[in-house]
């Protein structure tokens, strides 16, 4: 079975806050992906790597940046955390580009920022 | 540009009711079609993935169908149980922007017993 795993169920941070989530899977997969879900607003991708040291911005990098050394880790850094940055956050991963690869999410990851 | 749309956004049925969740797209250009379940406080389970030259999947008590042509998938759930109760989410990988899936918003679903 694929496994996606994150580092927090849940984390409460302070405002201005850096903060670092970390997501790790061991099915050798070359997409990563971060994505944050919050109330009436479905899921949103934030940042994605389609190998390791490259990444693509989503539809809402802004406030975050991410970091992937190694292939079976992408980590979601929130530079100056802010209030509007609580949310679940969720990560993914998938094989190469094709009809026929399942993506898969982590547990996800409650932030609250006070 | 895609879009993905979830027809109804919720729905309550008693225990044993077959029933029937909508997902309609816009762009029939996608690698596969995904069907996810959602926990509350959880993350996607991934339920199945049908890809763009098939017609259907089945795994168990579920069915899932893909008319590319009309950009439509539905998901059969038969029998159903209070354990059903999650939110149920599709989602198309897309061929352009380096593989993105494009989510509808959701059908939470609650079998009552």
């Known amino acids: 079975d694929v496994k996606v795993t994150q580092s927090s169920r849940y984390l409460v941070k302070r405002t201005g806050e850096k903060v670092f989530l970390e997501c790790v899977q061991d099915?050798?997969?070359?997409?990563m992906f971060w994505y944050r879900q919050d109330p009436g607003l479905g899921l949103r991708l934030i940042y994605f790597?389609?190998?390791?040291?490259?990444?693509e911005k989503g539809d809402i990098p802004e406030g975050y940046s991410v970091s992937r050394e190694k292939k079976e880790r992408f980590s979601l850094i929130l530079e100056s955390a802010s209030t509007n940055q609580t949310s679940m956050y969720l990560c993914?991963?998938?094989?190469?580009?094709?009809?026929?690869?399942?993506?898969?999410f982590g547990p996800g990851t409650r932030l609250t920022v006070l | 540009k895609q879009e993905v749309t979830q027809i109804p956004a919720a729905l309550s049925v008693p225990e044993g009711e077959n029933l029937v969740l909508n997902c309609s797209f816009t762009?029939?250009?996608?690698?596969?079609l995904q069907w996810f379940r959602q926990d509350p406080g959880k993350g996607l389970t991934s339920l199945l993935l049908?890809?763009?030259?098939?017609r259907e999947q089945t795994s168990g008590r579920l069915n899932a169908s893909l008319d590319k042509s009309s950009g439509r998938s539905t998901l059969y759930i038969a029998a159903s149980q209070p354990g059903d109760s999650a939110t149920y989410l599709c989602?198309?990988?897309?061929?352009?922007?380096?593989?993105?899936?494009?989510f509808g918003q959701g059908t939470e679903l609650s079998v009552k017993p």
């Open positions: 993914a991963s998938r094989g190469d580009l094709s009809s026929y690869n399942e993506q898969f």
């Open positions: 099915m050798d997969h070359e997409n």
């Open positions: 790597s389609y190998d390791v040291k490259m990444k």
């Open positions: 762009d029939s250009a996608i690698y596969n």
């Open positions: 049908i890809q763009s030259s098939q």
């Open positions: 989602a198309v990988l897309i061929y352009n922007q380096g593989g993105k899936l494009i």
